[in-house]
Nanobody
Framework: QVQLVESGGGLVQAGDSLRISCAVL????????MGWFRQAPGKEREFVAA????????AYGDSVKGRFTISRDNAKNTVYLQMNSLKPEETAVYYC???????????????????WGQGIQVTVSS
């Protein structure tokens, strides 16, 4: 059984930084591509960032490019999302996801992910 456990969320002010983490339990982390999605009230879940099995292969949503950084630590079975210059409209529940992709990596398609965390609240006040 695979568990994805997010941590590090909370309340910050606009312009602040926050790092959230996702620990993967129960499966070889190295086999997973990892992604972050977010969902605000009344909106669809949207892609934020992803990292392939190779840590130097990353993808970002257009709205977060240049401000957010995804990274993975295979020794700790953990993926991180460093978020800088946060905006109030980025208030959402942030979800970690794991993808056992084969040949082709499709990071922006949430339907391809095999495992999901419970989500963690990030609130950005204005």
């Amino acid at each position: 059984q695979v568990q994805l456990v997010e941590s590090g969320g909370g309340l910050v002010q606009a312009g602040d930084s926050l790092r959230i983490s996702c620990a993967v339990l129960g499966r070889t982390f190295n086999n997973l591509a990892m992604g972050w999605f977010r969902q605000a009230p009344g909106k669809e879940r949207e892609f934020v960032a992803a990292v392939a099995r190779s840590a130097d292969n990353t993808a970002y949503g257009d709205s977060v490019k240049g401000r957010f950084t995804i990274s993975r630590d295979n020794a700790k079975n953990t993926v991180y999302l460093q978020m800088n210059s946060l905006k109030p409209e980025e208030t959402a529940v942030y979800y970690c996801a794991g993808d056992l992709y084969g040949t082709f990596w499709s990071p922006r398609n949430r339907g391809t992910y095999d495992y999901w965390g419970q989500g963690i609240q990030v609130t950005v006040s204005s």
